[in-house]
């Protein structure tokens, strides 16, 4: 695990420094829409990085019974939902096309979907775990 942390942060650093050089150094009035695409790619990575770690180090300190395995696919899973509404939300402010209905229903959609995630697989209370009818 100590492995795994290393060479993520070492991997989110990179994408962090490269997010700084595309601020720095791509002009976005001359850029087109690769420049767009290179900023906000960039910026997801980054954020998608920096929120597994942070989300990893919270499910081993609330959830140490789960398997590390268990830990990174969920880790990495919801910082994905994070960073994606985070930079859906950013491209929609850049557009002017943020308001906070379309804003709340961006949420509410990755909420249900990671409810429906969190949920498959597990037996549901009111399923029959012995037959009965013998």
């Known amino acids: ?11 989110t650093l990179v994408c962090w420094l ?10 976005p009035l001359k850029a087109g829409w690769f420049g767009f ?23 081993r300190k609330w959830r140490p019974q789960d398997l590390p395995w268990t830990q ?29 209905w379309n804003g709340l229903l961006l949420v509410l959609v990755i909420l249900t979907v990671e409810a429906i995630l969190q949920t498959k697989g597990k037996p549901s209370k009111y399923t029959r775990t012995k037959n009965f009818d013998s």
Do not use: H
Request: no cysteine; hydrophobic share 65%; net charge positive.
């Open 37 to 59: 695409f290179i900023f906000y790619f960039s910026l997801f990575l980054s954020l998608m990085g920096t929120l597994t770690l942070v989300i990893l180090m919270g499910r």
């Open 72 to 100: 990174i696919v969920v880790s990495l899973r919801q910082s994905i939902w994070l960073a994606s509404a985070s930079v859906i939300g950013l491209y929609f402010l850049s557009k002017n096309m943020l308001r906070w």
């Open 18 to 27: 490269a997010w700084f050089f595309v601020i720095n150094t791509v002009d």
């Open 1 to 11: 695990m100590k492995l795994y942390f290393s060479l993520f942060g070492i991997a």
